[in-house]
């Protein structure tokens, strides 16, 4: 078993392959019916679909906002597109813990101190608040992740580090 030091906490997931089935028969035997199906009982917890544009941000990645509003500050969900050979800045993100959903493509990861560490699409990392991190597409084509925060994304919080700094 590999040990990591507690300032750099690393976890990578890997998707295990599941075969599932529909069932032969239904849950219910109602019928669904749309007229009496209600979404929620409290609208304001459904937030309507911003326009998602996809932006260059400063790390070295393109952000498109998928979740990140002021009204829930306890979480943001971003999809993150690093293009193929690129390295994003060494950071950190204060009082943010962060996990990466690795879409499609694949990279190193690098957290702390450790070493750089393989990522493949069905992978999932998660990276405490303050910890240094960064990623390298080693593919061919876009490395797409999801980048979920708790509590959300501010930038105010996002700390660009030098090379050396962990």
Same mark, same amino acid.
């Given at each position: 078993?590999? =040990? ?18 529909? $069932?032969?028969?239904? =849950?219910?035997? !109602?019928?669904?019916? $749309? ?11 459904? &937030? ?18 998928? =979740?990140?509003? $002021? ?8 999809? &993150?597109?690093?293009? @193929?050979?690129?390295?994003?800045? *060494? =950071? ?22 450790? $070493?750089? *560490?393989?990522? *493949? ?7 405490? &608040? ?5 990623? !390298? ?18 930038? @105010? ?10």
């Amino acid at each position: 078993m590999i =040990h990591f030091p507690m300032t750099a906490f690393f976890s990578i997931k890997r998707k295990a392959a599941v075969v599932d089935s529909y $069932p032969s028969q239904p =849950h219910s035997s !109602t019928p669904f019916n $749309p007229e009496s199906t209600t979404v929620s009982k409290h609208p304001e917890t459904i &937030a309507a679909s911003p326009q998602v544009r996809e932006y260059y941000f400063r790390e070295g990645c393109y952000i498109s906002e998928l =979740h990140n509003q $002021p009204g829930d500050q306890a979480c943001s969900v971003a999809r &993150a597109r690093v293009t @193929a050979g690129t390295t994003t800045r *060494r =950071h950190r993100l204060s009082g943010i813990t962060e996990r990466y959903l690795i879409l499609e493509g694949s990279g190193l990861v690098e957290l702390g101190s450790s $070493p750089p *560490r393989p990522v *493949r699409a069905g992978d999932s990392v998660l990276i405490p &608040a303050g910890v240094s991190q960064r990623i !390298t597409n080693n593919g061919q084509g876009d490395l797409l992740f999801l980048a979920v925060c708790t509590p959300r994304f501010q930038e @105010a919080c996002y700390q660009e580090l030098e090379e050396s700094e962990t």
